[in-house]
């Protein structure tokens, strides 16, 4: 009985969640705050710009923007429904929090081409879903504009930590440890425990 009252209460609220944060903070920083606050997306996020500062050279800047590039891609394919399943996108989501920390805790030479691949494959689905969760009540350019600069400062975040890093002899496996907790968290979105 408790946890059905629970339910009862509780998907209102997160079914209502994006359009609060509309009216709360206007479309430009409703869109902004979606990556930063939702967990799978920032870990995702995070974690491009980490890979990219571990391939290291132009890959530092290229992957990160080819990630910015399919998001767009994907949240105007998004934004027009073609019809994905919600199970789809976010297990898409999650597998990106997987692979992307796999990578990071094997702490192995990448090869450029492999991580451009995945990007645009995670880019892609980290774009429709925020494409398909644009709210009704936002102004979609406005909205997409801040996700994707939301997405693009949290590359930049991944990135410094991927440098700094690099510069101390515990660095590195630090960044391996992140990269084993963001794979535990990627299965725990999967199993929808978070």
């Known amino acids: 009985m ?19 944060q509309v009216i709360r903070f206007g479309s430009f920083l409703g869109g902004f705050t979606h990556p930063v606050l939702g967990l799978d ?34 949240g105007l394919i998004g934004r027009a429904d073609i019809g994905l399943g919600s199970t789809a ?35 892609f689905f980290h774009g429709y879903a925020h494409g398909v969760e644009i709210p009704d009540i936002a102004r979609p350019w406005l909205y997409a504009l801040g996700f994707l600069l939301g997405t693009a400062i949290i590359h930049l975040l991944g990135v410094v930590v991927g440098e700094v890093a690099k510069r101390y002899d515990k660095g590195r496996p630090v960044i391996r440890v992140l990269g084993a907790v963001f794979v535990v968290f990627g299965l725990l979105f999967i199993f929808g425990v978070m």
């Open 2 to 20: 408790t946890l059905a009252a629970f339910w009862l209460v509780a998907i209102p609220t997160v079914a209502l969640a994006h359009e609060q």
């Open 89 to 123: 996108i976010e297990t898409g989501i999650a597998i990106s929090v997987i692979a992307l920390g796999a990578a990071l805790a094997a702490d192995r030479r990448l090869d450029v081409r492999v991580v451009m691949g995945a990007v645009v494959f995670f880019g």
């Open 41 to 74: 997306h920032f870990l995702a996020m995070v974690s491009v710009g980490l890979v990219s500062s571990m391939v290291g050279g132009r890959a530092i800047w290229t992957v990160p923007s080819l990630f910015v590039l399919m998001m767009a891609v994907g």
